[in-house]
């Protein structure tokens, strides 16, 4: 059992990695989306919301934590992302978003393909994340402590 619970952590770690390099150059230049990183945002996300939902049924509370940390962390970039297109202009976002942007919104990126609005993308983003998020907190208080 252990071993199962190291293997789906190192895969949630290792998914997360290889989806950001993936999909970092398309997030941060102009560079337009493929079917690549399409497909790298749909295995991200199928991934990540696998490891969670497994993390819960194995009651690993300690990973459950940490995904419950990293689901909040992607909710406040994706409220962020809205933020940027509704309020702000992109030129004139302010410095201390970017490291949010780029560390949990450029796996993400491979969701514009299907959607030609930036705000529509940046919804999707902060509805799955507050999903994800609430599971975790909810699973969290009905498990026992670790």
Same mark, same amino acid.
């Given at each position: 059992?252990?071993?199962?619970? *190291? @293997?789906? &952590? =190192? #895969? ?8 950001? $390099?993936?999909?970092?150059?398309? %997030? ?20 990540? *919301? @696998?490891? &969670? =939902? #497994? ?8 990973? $459950?934590?940490?995904?419950?940390? %990293? ?76």
């Amino acid at each position: 059992m252990e071993n199962k619970r *190291i @293997l789906l &952590t =190192i #895969l949630s770690v290792a998914t997360y990695i290889i989806c950001l $390099v993936l999909n970092i150059a398309v %997030f941060i230049s102009e560079i337009p989306i493929t079917m690549k990183n399409v497909i790298v945002t749909l295995i991200y996300i199928i991934v990540l *919301i @696998l490891a &969670t =939902i #497994l993390e819960i049924i194995i009651k690993n509370r300690k990973i $459950v934590k940490y995904l419950s940390m %990293f689901w909040f962390a992607t909710l406040f970039s994706g409220v962020l992302l809205v933020y940027i297109n509704t309020i702000n202009t992109v030129g004139l976002t302010p410095h201390w978003m970017t490291p949010f942007m780029v560390l949990f919104i450029s796996p993400w990126c491979g969701l514009e393909y299907f959607v030609n609005s930036n705000i529509l993308n940046a919804i999707i983003i902060t509805l799955i994340s507050l999903i994800m998020f609430i599971i975790t907190v909810i699973s969290l208080k009905h498990t026992k402590s670790a």
